[in-house]
């Protein structure tokens, strides 16, 4: 089976173990990532980390950093040149990337999936809505990153087989519990964009109210940092917050074992609820314990593996934060719990598994009853 997957989000190192996988369960993989990608961060280069067994090619991409805009110019010619059984569409729907993809995929006669995490039902103007539904028709299969996400895309139309398999999972050998470290300060964590629907503002609120000695670490980019630096200063806590900028993916395991704690404080606007939370599964795997708010796909990614508050509302998180730094027992109980479920549910081996599964029903699909 020859598939060839086009992802942006594989530029990221430790995301690449799900491609080793998937090419050790029988599949010959190309996969096509950009050079780099822009967001609010920053620019984020391509990490050639976990690369055996598959292909990994980076290629042109027209408007980079454009989500909804960029495209491939020179991928035909892959196409034409690999000729893919199955082609891996990493991208919504309603993106000029998997228009394009989807168009030659159809015209080299392969079977096309495209992949979505969009769990709010949102109309698009012209040209997006005419492309998603026109996606929507011609597509062989959708993978959704949750059930909601799904249910948006049958309540858009789509008709077709579909499957619930998260985006990418996490290695749990890189992400494991660590050896206790000597006595340090109760370490509260945030990982992710610096954006507002983050709600890091939220978290600073919260934070500025425990007792006792603890610190508080915000790991990567964006607009919000300065802003969040004047809050602090404000709060009269800037002393105990330290902003640690964008790292690279492989660095992450050491940023989570400096952690007592993670927080995903998400707050849902019009346009967007979380859509999963990855640094969750990695926090869980690395047996840290997780708060996060009840925003979107949060309480169905942690389970019971961690503490869920109402979005938006510093006290209770004050409160699941005084529970976390003073039981110290808790936060092992925890740790745990949520270590648990990530193996049972969210490593990079269990998603390729059903991945796999998906291809060889594109290329071997069920007789009709």
Same mark, same amino acid.
């Given at each position: 089976?020859?598939v060839? %997957? ?10 690449q173990r ?9 599949? &010959?993989?190309?996969?096509l ?7 609010? !961060? ?7 980390v976990y690369?055996?067994g ?9 408007? @980079?950093g @454009? ?11 892959w196409?034409?040149?690999? !000729?893919?059984d199955?082609?891996?569409?990493d991208?919504e729907p ?24 969009? @769990? ?7 040209p997006?809505?005419w492309?998603e ?6 597509i062989d ?7 909601s996400?799904?249910?948006? =895309? ?32 109760f ?13 890091i ?5 919260a ?7 603890w ?26 917050v330290?902003?640690?900028?964008q790292? +690279?993916?492989?660095? %992450? ?12 404080p998400?707050?849902? #606007?019009? @346009?967007?609820?979380?859509q ?5 599964? &990695?926090a869980?795997?690395?047996g840290?314990?997780?708060?996060g708010?009840d925003?979107g796909?949060i309480?169905?990614?942690i ?19 005084? =529970? ?6 808790? !936060?092992? !109980?925890?740790?745990?719990?949520? #270590? ?7 490593t ?5 598994? +059903?991945?796999?599964?998906?291809y060889?029903a ?5 007789? +009709?009853?």
């Open positions: 089976m020859r060839l %997957m086009l992802s942006k989000a594989c530029i990221v190192g430790i995301y799900k491609l080793e996988s998937i090419a050790r369960q029988g599949v &010959e993989l190309l996969a990532v950009p050079p780099a990608w822009r967001d609010e !961060r920053g620019t984020q280069p391509l990490e050639r690369t055996q598959y292909r990994l090619e980076s290629i042109p991409v027209w408007w @980079n @454009n989500f909804h805009l960029h495209l491939y110019p020179t991928l035909g010619r196409l034409r040149q690999f !000729r893919p199955v082609v891996h569409i991208e309603y993106n000029v990337a998997t228009w394009h993809a989807l168009a030659l995929a159809r015209r080299q006669g392969a079977r096309a999936l495209c992949f979505t995490w969009q @769990n709010i039902h949102r109309q698009y103007p012209p997006f809505a492309g539904q026109w996606v929507l028709r011609h299969y959708v993978l959704a990153g949750t059930d996400a799904g249910a948006v =895309c049958r309540a858009k139309g789509y008709r077709g087989p579909l499957a619930t398999i998260p985006q990418f999972g996490t290695d749990p050998d890189l992400f494991q519990p660590q050896p206790q470290p000597q006595p340090r300060p370490t509260i964590g945030y990982m992710g964009r610096l954006v507002p629907e983050k709600g503002a939220l978290l600073l609120e934070a500025a109210g425990l007792p006792g000695d610190h508080l670490r915000l790991v990567g980019g964006g607009p919000l940092r300065s802003a969040l630096a004047q809050q602090a200063a404000r709060l009269g806590i800037a002393p105990r330290e902003f640690v900028g790292v +690279a993916s492989t660095a %992450m395991p050491a940023q989570m074992a400096a952690l007592d704690v993670l927080v995903l998400s707050l849902t #606007r019009p @346009n967007w609820k979380e999963f939370g990855r640094v969750l599964v &990695e869980m795997a690395a840290v314990p997780v708060i708010s925003s796909a309480p169905g990614v389970g019971a593996g961690g503490l869920i508050v109402p979005e938006g509302d510093a006290a209770a998180l004050r409160q699941a934060l005084l =529970c976390l730094l003073q039981q110290p027992a808790e !936060r092992q !109980r925890l740790g745990r719990l949520g #270590r648990a479920r990530v193996l049972a549910h969210f990079h081996d269990s998603i390729a598994s +059903a991945t796999v599964q998906v060889q594109l290329l071997h699909p069920p007789a +009709a009853g």
